[in-house]
């Protein structure tokens, strides 16, 4: 069964730092390395947002953290990683990592989800 699994949300202070991971399971090395991975969040009362996806090389990420995030990911881990520098009380949310075949920001193309990680920002 293939599973998901979020790590490293917690609360900080603006202008600090934290490291999310996303532990994959239950995936062949053949079958995860041709899964488009991204970082998504939702805040209370919005829609679910994409901020960062990945393939094999490539990334997109969302205006509202280029510059801030850096996405990366470990194949032989199987491990997803999202660096979030520079954070902003506007990055508070619930961040969910995703497995897809379509290489796009939007939710909708993604087909596995981690249960997420909360990420609180304070001024």
């Known amino acids: 069964q293939v599973q998901l699994v979020e790590s490293g949300g917690g609360s900080v202070q603006s202008g600090g730092s934290l490291r999310l991971a996303c532990a994959a399971s239950?995936?062949?090395?053949?079958?995860?390395?041709?899964?488009?991975l991204g970082w998504f969040r939702q805040a209370p009362g919005q829609e679910r947002e994409g901020v960062a996806v990945?393939?094999?090389?490539?990334?997109i990420y969302a205006d509202s953290v280029k510059g801030r995030f850096t996405i990366s990911r470990d194949n032989a881990k199987k491990t997803l990683y999202l660096n979030m520098n520079s954070l902003k009380p506007e990055d508070t949310a619930m961040y969910y990592c995703?497995?897809?075949?379509?290489?796009?920001?939007?939710?909708?193309?993604?087909?596995?989800w981690g249960q997420g990680t909360q990420v609180t920002v304070s001024s």
């Open positions: 995703a497995a897809g075949r379509v290489f796009s920001l939007s939710p909708g193309a993604y087909d596995n």
């Open positions: 239950g995936y062949s090395y053949g079958g995860y390395i041709s899964r488009y």
């Open positions: 990945i393939d094999s090389s490539s990334t």
